[in-house]
């Protein structure tokens, strides 16, 4: 029986015990976790942050039991790769055959005049873990203002996290437009519009400089010379893979451990998944990679697909929360580059109401999107820009359209305009040329008709149709209610010319002038 | 609806009734037409040894041949050698007597039916979840009150049209009509919001809605403490189901995602149904999971006007499914592995319990195994065409090829008569009595306005004389009245408890909803107020995760296929493509197709496509319409022949129900050459 030691129990370690245990074959796991908690979303904790959850709302599915042991409160200090061994922090040694790390990212503090990375002050947190979370939740009672020093996509979820809460936010960012990364000058600009509207300020090309912070409160200097006062700030100004342990062991590291297609680090017993793991040229820093990597390495420890093999999508960031709807993906941040191809480019900006949208196109395939604001087509495009599969001939359907071929059925036009053949009745296959015919041969009411030609008579969503087509046929064809004698101004028997688009010539109900005397 | 006989012809007049309130589609409308129609077969017919043809025999030696032929392979290889395969359009005196034909006449295992590819997923995950399994678990005429509707896979504007009377109440009143379907159907393009997921994904999207609901504090805590079992694993399943990695799955927008759990879960009322486009999958079991998940968290089951249902397919879809047809039941819907329940349904029937045999396999399996070493060497068909209604069909075909003996009692020379040894001709709904059960689990009557005509006998009958040719000389009789007491005595203290339902009781009250343990006891419009027919009592929750489909594209297969119906055709259409009037609005085949992807492809609309996948190919015109994704095409399965849709569609199997995986496999698409 072999033995798995996975150390790490964040998303990704959790994900990795969870996929093995549902892989056929014996085997004993083994997951060590630093954290006290039992593993939990993060990308839950924006709302926990929010309050609109409680913390076992954000747990997730724990593979413990079933050979699956999973030690939470448990840091591993080392690996002996000679021994084939982990060291932890309580003095054990937990051998292994095959050792997973999935030891993810710590929050990065900036060098900052007045802030000790090894002990923030107390009215100052990161926004990473669960205990950074308790952490603001605990310095949010009674504050009024917060402060967040970064504006990426995790400073952004915090900041409107806290504005839920009611508290008055400002986020400080030193570039010139939020998510620089992400979005192109005009996004940021729609942005920050929004995040406005939903009581979050921004401090755009502005750094910090130096920060005083005391049991009650924080004071942020900012590179322009003026100060910013709260009684919170929360540090989001990214992340760094923790390879620690690995860089210790002699495991080849750039950013991350650096890993091939099948998650192996410079040691073939060793793999590395999630944030801490440098696939290609930088880590991802997602959990949809984290998971897609926990899953290859199961198939490969559990021998279910020995040929497994990591393929990693294209990022897309998204934001979503109540009032903001952000996607980005590809090189839509990215001007038009000189050289290349000629880029076709879709955009649409209507940010009085914080709508933008970008998208880059090349041979037919997608290369990037901006989508902010209302953009139904949303989930097309993140489709589309994920599986490179060509983009709708008409455009239009990626900036305007609810969903490709979603188009609500076309109002009843006037049954002047209807051709004979158009089908009033879809369930009885009644056409609007058999319900004329129907009405010359002496039906006149709705029921009539319908007794007639079963129109209406299915689903019964055609009668307001079908009552249309009566009043209409009433008011065009009235001649046959009225005294023969006085309908005698058409002695050609046919319909009067305002019968547009009913088949004349092709009609083979039995209408006379005969007819007509006797209905009179 | 009701009938008249008039100058020796049957006219189908409307009927008020509050499941259809007097609507009735072309199909009904022309139902008579088959009554009396040229195709109709109305003497048995036998295969000439020297010709190899069909022809016409006397109702004994076709008996005779299939006595012979029975017994030949049963003293040959045994008593499970020989099949019985039902079908979901039986009256319940028929599936019952099916069934019972099967356990005590032939004293085979193998007995399935037609209804597996059908409901056998929302039946499956229903009993799981509710430990009962009734289509809706409440009058349809609930929908009508529900304030948020949500439709999954299912599209009764072309399949059920008559039930949109009850939607266009629900929508008039202000109600949210909300559709979740790869194709912008008739029933989508009605609604207030269409989720239009990729085929396979809406496992996903339903714990999408769970994992919204959750974040923002919508779920009836009390109701899933005080009612439920295993949230808390849900809950953490869920959780790992973010909007946002879900839309990328699924392509469905969050923004749309979101708005639909709200509607469901900030309604006074709230109903969610699932139908075929979410069953018939290979996760079709776990599917109705996610959806029955999120109906509990919501705290619908139970409550006036809101819950959870599934819509029935076949005409007797429920009460076919509840009586013995399928493999592992025995009447009432009880277990044929539970002791008691062989006892008492052994004592009924006046057979010691050890004689019954044991659970048989699924549908689709049963068919596989046909003729090969291990499987059975004679069949009988009874109410089914699976020559076009199974899946991978042409290898179905060979495996009937393969039968030393294959019986088929029809009105018309099916596709699947075309194979026979032996053809029984039967008689047709409106020529014998009989109850069916309806997707409300309303016990209704059928009663004959004719005798069929001279050559033709009824399905009961036949299977009374082949009992006593095989020498089970009493327990089988040909008067549904008779048959249907035994039914209700042998379902009674089942599930399907039917002991109180009487002919009589029916004709007085309209309908009487089972579980109705005494003829005095009230019947169960409403299951679930106060409990759940569990051990507990409880609601089961269980956590499920989506998986990908069994197969998903690749560079030879780049697009995905998906199969259903059309509005004037009905299953494997062998009687509604003979009705002319049905004919004329639905004449052939198509395969829909996104103007974009036409023209990638270098098709025209109306030009003959040839559908490729591992298994086999279908041909037929194509159809340009922007309702479908341009990654997907669809096609109808009401055919057979070279527009079979089935030809193409994957055998995969649900692990639980047994439910092939028609709604979608893995193809490719090119112009038919002329």
């Known amino acids: 029986m072999t033995t798995v030691v996975i150390v790490g129990y964040g998303m990704a370690g959790a994900r990795l015990a969870a996929e093995l245990h549902a892989q056929p074959g014996d085997r004993k796991v083994t997951v060590l976790g630093a954290e006290p908690h039992r593993a939990y979303n993060r990308i839950m904790l924006s709302t926990l942050l929010?309050?609109?959850?409680?913390?076992?709302?954000?747990?997730?599915?724990?593979?413990?039991?079933?050979?699956?042991?999973?030690?939470?409160?448990?840091?591993?200090?080392?690996?002996?790769?000679?021994?084939?061994?982990?060291?932890?922090?309580?003095?054990?040694?937990?051998?292994?055959?095959?050792?997973?790390?999935?030891?993810?990212?710590?929050?990065?503090?900036?060098?900052?005049?007045?802030?000790?990375?090894?002990?923030?002050?107390?009215?100052?947190?990161?926004?990473?873990?669960?205990d950074d979370c308790r952490r603001i939740l605990a310095m949010v009672r009674g504050a009024r203002r917060a402060l967040v020093l970064g504006g990426g996509l995790l400073g952004l979820e915090a900041a409107r996290g806290l504005a839920a809460r009611g508290l008055d936010v400002t986020v400080v960012h030193p570039t010139g437009h939020l998510m620089e990364r992400q979005l192109d000058p005009a996004a940021g600009a729609v942005l920050a519009g929004t995040l406005a509207g939903l009581g979050v300020r921004t401090r755009l090309a502005a750094s910090a400089t130096g920060l005083t912070a005391d049991a009650h409160g924080v004071r942020l200097d900012l590179s322009d010379g003026s100060s910013l006062t709260a009684d919170l700030l929360v540090l989001s100004c990214g992340v760094r893979p923790d390879t620690a342990l690995a860089a210790a062991a002699g495991l080849t590291v750039e950013r991350g451990v650096v890993v091939d297609d099948r998650l192996r680090t410079s040691d073939p017993r060793v793999s590395a998944i999630g944030d801490c793991a440098q696939h290609g040229a930088t880590p991802s820093g997602l959990v949809a990679p984290a998971w897609a990597q926990a899953r290859v390495v199961a198939q490969l420890l559990s021998g279910v697909d020995p040929h497994a093999a990591y393929r990693p999508r294209p990022a897309v960031t998204r934001l979503k929360a109540a009032g903001i709807d952000l996607a980005a993906m590809g090189d839509a941040a990215e001007g038009d580059r000189a050289g290349d191809e000629p880029v076709e480019e879709l955009t649409f900006a209507d940010p009085a109401r914080g709508t933008y949208a970008r998208l880059r196109i090349r041979d037919e395939r997608l290369t990037g999107a901006i989508l902010l604001g209302d953009n139904p087509a949303i989930g097309t495009v993140v489709q589309l820009f994920d599986r490179g599969a060509p983009v709708p001939s008409d455009r239009r359907a990626l900036l305007l359209g609810r969903t490709l071929g979603g188009t609500p059925a076309a109002p009843a036009t006037s049954p002047a305009l209807m051709p004979d053949a158009a089908t009033v009745c879809q369930c009885n296959d009644v056409s609007k040329g058999a319900l004329v015919r129907c009405w010359r041969s002496g039906s006149r009411t709705v029921e009539a008709m319908s007794a007639a030609t079963r129109a209406g008579t299915g689903c019964g969503g055609c009668r307001d149709a079908l009552a249309g087509i009566v009043g209409w046929l009433a008011e065009v064809d009235p001649v046959a209610d009225e005294p023969a004698g006085l309908a005698g101004t058409d002695p050609a028997g046919g319909g009067p010319p305002t019968l547009a688009g009913a088949d004349l010539v092709n009609d083979d109900s039995p209408r006379t002038r005969h007819d007509r005397v006797e209905v009179a | 609806m009701t009938l008249r006989e008039a100058g020796g012809r049957v006219e189908v007049l409307a009927r008020q009734f509050p499941t259809n309130r007097g609507g009735l589609c072309q199909k009904g409308w022309t139902a008579a037409e088959l009554l009396d129609h040229p195709d109709r077969l109305t003497t048995p017919l036998v295969r000439d040894a020297g010709t190899g043809e069909l022809r016409p025999a006397s109702w004994a030696e076709a008996m005779e041949r299939i006595v012979g032929g029975i017994r030949a392979v049963q003293d040959r290889h045994g008593r499970d050698a020989v099949a019985v395969f039902g079908g979901g359009g039986l009256t319940n005196e028929k599936a019952y007597a099916l069934g019972k034909f099967a356990r005590v006449a032939l004293r085979t295992r193998h007995i399935d039916y037609n209804g597996r590819w059908c409901m056998s997923s929302a039946a499956a995950a229903g009993n799981r979840a509710f430990g009962v399994d009734r289509g809706l678990p409440f009058p349809l005429a609930d929908l009508g009150r529900a304030q948020t509707l949500l439709l999954v896979g299912a599209n009764p504007a072309e399949t059920m049209p008559p039930l949109m009377r009850h939607v266009a109440d629900q929508q008039a009143t202000g109600g949210t009509l909300i559709v979740v379907d790869p194709r912008a159907t008739a029933t989508a393009r009605q609604a207030d919001l269409h989720l239009q997921p990729v085929p396979g994904t809406d496992l996903a999207v339903a714990n999408a809605l769970l994992h919204i609901a959750l974040t923002e504090g919508w779920l009836d805590r009390a109701y899933v403490a005080d009612r439920t079992t295993g949230f808390d694993e849900v809950r953490r399943t869920v959780a790992g189901y973010w909007p946002a990695e879900v839309e990328r799955l699924t392509g469905v927008p969050v923004a749309d995602l979101e708005a639909t759990a709200r509607a469901l879960a900030t309604a006074r009322s709230a109903i969610i149904l699932t139908a075929r486009g979410a069953e018939q999958h290979a996760k079709g079991v776990d599917t109705?999971?996610?959806?029955?998940?999120?109906?509990?968290?919501?705290?619908?089951?139970?409550?006036?006007?809101?819950?959870?249902?599934?819509?029935?397919?076949?005409?007797?879809?429920?009460?076919?499914?509840?009586?013995?047809?399928?493999?592992?039941?025995?009447?009432?819907?009880?277990?044929?592995?539970?002791?008691?329940?062989?006892?008492?349904?052994?004592?009924?029937?006046?057979?010691?319990?050890?004689?019954?045999?044991?659970?048989?396999?699924?549908?689709?399996?049963?068919?596989?195994?046909?003729?090969?070493?291990?499987?059975?060497?004679?069949?009988?068909?009874?109410?089914?065409?699976?020559?076009?209604?199974?899946?991978?069909?042409?290898?179905?075909?060979?495996?009937?090829?393969?039968?030393?003996?294959?019986?088929?009692?029809?009105?018309?020379?099916?596709?699947?008569?075309?194979?026979?040894?032996?053809?029984?001709?039967?008689?047709?709904?409106?020529?014998?009595?009989?109850?069916?059960?309806?997707?409300?689990?309303?016990?209704?009557?059928?009663?004959?306005?004719?005798?069929?005509?001279?050559?033709?006998?009824?399905?009961?009958?036949?299977?009374?004389?082949?009992?006593?040719?095989?020498?089970?000389?009493?327990?089988?009789?040909?008067?549904?009245?008779e048959v249907f007491d035994e039914l209700r005595r042998a379902s009674a203290g089942g599930v399907a408890d039917y002991a109180g339902v009487t002919y009589d009781r029916i004709d007085a009250t309209g309908g009487v909803f089972w579980p109705c343990p005494a003829p005095d006891a009230p019947d169960t419009p409403r299951l679930f107020t106060d409990t759940f027919p569990t051990p507990d009592g409880r609601a089961r929750f269980r956590a499920v995760d989506h998986r990908p489909a069994a197969e998903e594209v690749c560079a030879e297969y780049p697009l995905r296929m998906t199969t259903g119906r059309v509005l004037a055709q009905y299953q494997s259409g062998a009687q509604t493509r003979r009705v002319a009037a049905l004919r004329r609005a639905a004449p052939e085949a198509f395969v829909e197709l996104h103007p974009d992807l036409a023209a990638r492809l270098g098709v025209e609309d109306g030009e003959d496509v040839r559908v490729t996948s591992r298994r086999g190919e279908m041909r037929a015109p194509a159809r340009l319409t922007p309702t479908i994704r341009p990654d997907t095409v669809f096609a109808p399965f009401h055919w057979g022949g070279a527009s079979r849709a089935n030809s193409v569609t994957n055998d995969a199997l649900d692990p639980v129900s047994g439910m092939p995986e028609f709604k979608i496999c893995a193809v490719r698409v090119e112009r038919a050459e002329a």
């Not at chain 1, 054990?92 to 900036?110: F, N």
């Not at chain 2, 002791?339 to 349904?345: D, E, G, L, Q, Y």
């Not at chain 2, 010691?352 to 068909?381: F, H, I, N, R």
């Not at chain 2, 179905?396 to 075309?418: K, M, P, Q, Y």
């Open chain 1, 50 to 130: 929010a309050g609109k959850l409680d913390e076992p709302d954000v747990e997730l599915t724990e593979a413990a039991g079933h050979g699956v042991d999973v030690r939470t409160g448990v840091a591993v200090t080392a690996i002996d790769r000679a021994a084939c061994e982990v060291l932890t922090d309580d003095g054990d040694r937990v051998g292994y055959d095959h050792l997973v790390l999935a030891t993810g990212s710590r929050a990065m503090v900036p060098p900052l005049p007045g802030l000790d990375p090894a002990a923030l002050p107390d009215r100052v947190a990161v926004f990473r873990t669960l």
């Open chain 2, 288 to 481: 109705v999971t996610a959806f029955i998940n999120l109906a509990l968290a919501l705290g619908l089951p139970g409550r006036p006007g809101s819950g959870y249902g599934c819509l029935t397919g076949q005409g007797n879809g429920q009460g076919g499914r509840e009586h013995g047809q399928k493999a592992d039941q025995l009447p009432g819907y009880r277990s044929i592995a539970d002791p008691a329940a062989r006892a008492h349904v052994a004592g009924v029937w006046g057979v010691p319990a050890d004689e019954l045999p044991g659970p048989g396999v699924p549908a689709y399996q049963l068919l596989d195994s046909l003729g090969t070493p291990a499987g059975p060497k004679a069949l009988l068909v009874f109410g089914s065409n699976p020559v076009v209604s199974a899946p991978r069909a042409a290898r179905i075909s060979g495996r009937l090829r393969d039968l030393d003996l294959l019986v088929v009692a029809d009105l018309v020379r099916s596709e699947t008569v075309e194979l026979a040894d032996v053809v029984l001709p039967t008689a047709q709904w409106a020529e014998e009595d009989g109850t069916m059960t309806n997707l409300e689990g309303r016990v209704l009557r059928r009663r004959a306005v004719r005798t069929p005509p001279p050559g033709v006998r009824t399905d009961l009958a036949i299977l009374a004389d082949l009992a006593d040719r095989l020498g089970t000389k009493t327990g089988f009789c040909d008067d549904p009245a």
